[in-house]
């Protein structure tokens, strides 16, 4: 996989993960006013947070402790790499150039 290829995956994991931290602050009831008043983040930290900006270990941490949830919650089923949809385009690359080099040349 390429560095490009391995950014690519890396930004469609981010956004993601901003959808997910978005989900977890509507099903818990909080606005993003209760985000900034009660647990302490600046507006457009925590906007950047749910658009899919990159967030350090430390805010991971921060705001899995706000949702009263563990990390490896937060972070389930985010961690396929490549994207199942990645992973299902390459296999059927794969099985094309297993096919087509399986043909014999007759002569």
Do not use: C
């Not at 890396?10 to 006013?33: C, D, P, V």
């Not at 749910?50 to 899995?64: C, F, Q, V, W």
């Amino acid at each position: 996989m390429t560095n490009d290829e391995i950014e690519v995956h890396y930004a469609a994991f981010l956004k993601t993960l901003g959808q997910r931290i978005k989900q977890f602050r509507k099903a818990r009831k909080l606005s993003l006013h209760d985000m900034v008043v009660k647990h302490g983040y600046h507006d457009s930290q925590w906007r950047r947070f749910e658009r899919g900006g990159a967030a350090n270990m430390l805010s991971l941490l921060k705001i899995a402790r706000a949702f009263d949830t563990s990390l490896s919650e937060l972070l389930e089923g985010l961690g396929q790499f490549p994207a199942d949809g990645a992973a299902q385009e390459k296999k059927k690359e794969s099985a094309a150039k297993r096919a087509g080099s399986k043909v014999k040349k007759t002569t």
